[in-house]
């Protein structure tokens, strides 16, 4: 299966926590599924790293990983709309780049793993195609 890790789950992974979260990225790296990310991930994850020690591994981790790229304009017009319809159901996303993060999963087949609880709302809602990791 196709598995899109949020940097939510990245980060705690990286971190240690005792977390699911943390326990199910390293199951995924250590396992057969096809762990995805996306350039918002990549950008995210990187741009938190708060020490030198490890980036170029994690670097060649993430070039082993499948890129995803948005399909292109529709993409961007499908993310504003998983927000439109989100606030018209009275959830209000904080982030425009989760709703892209859920249309570039829905697009490519893939489940998502992620800790932050707007995307958890977005896949709840029923507003795209995609289920949670380990689905719930």
Known sequence: MRVLIDSSAWVEFLNGTASPQRRAVAELVAGEDEICTCGVIVAEVFQGLRRHQGRDRLQRLFQDLLFLEPSGIGSYFRAAEVYRLLRGKGVTVRSTID????????????????????????????AVDSRSWPSK
């Open 99 to 126: 709703c892209l993060i859920a249309v570039v999963a829905e697009e490519n087949g893939c489940y998502i793993l992620t800790r932050d609880k707007d995307l958890d709302l977005i896949l709840q809602s029923g």
